[in-house]
């Protein structure tokens, strides 16, 4: 049998096995100062998470549709008429 605990319990416990396996480190916890493992070996890169989000089906809508076209339904003033002048 193979008991894995942390220093400080091995102090704290000494050779108290009951005690020991009470608060022993699972093998997939990580100890202190040690690098996570990659979270998911499936997981996608950014690149193709990325990718894969663009080539995904989008709501394709009109925002115009039902609505006027605003060129037509507004007032006209002097101002439009600046705007086309004709240059000599």
């Not at 997939?28 to 990325?50: D, I, M, V, W, Y």
Request: include cysteine; aromatic fraction near 8%.
């Amino acid at each position: 049998e193979q008991i894995v605990v942390k220093e400080s319990d091995l102090l704290r416990f000494g050779h108290d096995l009951r005690r020991l396996r009470e608060v022993q480190v699972q093998p997939h916890a990580q100890g202190q100062g040690e690098t996570p493992p990659p979270a998911n070996k499936f997981e996608l890169s950014f690149k193709s998470a990325f990718a894969q989000r663009c080539r995904a089906g989008a709501d394709v809508r009109d925002p115009w549709e039902g609505l006027q076209n605003p060129e037509f339904s507004r007032e006209h003033s002097e101002s439009d008429l600046v705007l086309n002048q004709v240059w000599v």
